[in-house]
Nanobody, 125 residues
Framework: VQVEESGGGLAQPGASLRLSCTVS????????IAWFRQAPGKERVVVATISWSTTYTYYSNSVKGRFTISKDNSKNTVYLQMNNLRPEDTAVYYCAGRSLRYGETSLDPVDYDYWGQGVQVTVSS
């Protein structure tokens, strides 16, 4: 399974970015996916998750109301739309998936089996 993230970069406070996570070697339709982020000197933490059915989504309190996770099964791609970005959103963002078919999402990174290489998001004026 290969995971490729894209869409990161430098943004001003209040701006928007959309991250993409394209998976090859696995049909995302049946598996839960999550976005994590890791700021310098800090632990990797969950940002958002989406269930395999897309019925359930989760957002950390720090991004709730600003970020939206979605999945396009036809493109085998998961997105993270990030609006109203703040300097504290600066981090490396990772897409991760679980190998348990029809499995539940998790907030713990150790429960995820495959990861992308990460994409840098920097929010600064």
């Amino acid at each position: 399974v290969q995971v490729e993230e894209s869409g990161g970069g430098l943004a001003q406070p209040g701006a928007s970015l959309r991250l993409s996570c394209t998976v090859s070697g696995r049909t995302l339709h049946y598996y839960p996916i999550a976005w994590f982020r890791q700021a310098p000197g800090k632990e990797r933490v969950v940002v958002a998750t989406i269930s395999w059915s897309t019925t359930y989504t989760y957002y950390s309190n720090s991004v709730k109301g600003r970020f939206t996770i979605s999945k396009d099964n036809s493109k085998n791609t998961v997105y993270l739309q990030m609006n109203n970005l703040r300097p504290e959103d600066t981090a490396v963002y990772y897409c991760a998936g679980r190998s348990l078919r029809y499995g539940e999402t998790s907030l713990d990174p150790v429960d995820y089996d495959y990861w992308g290489q990460g994409v840098q998001v920097t929010v600064s004026s």
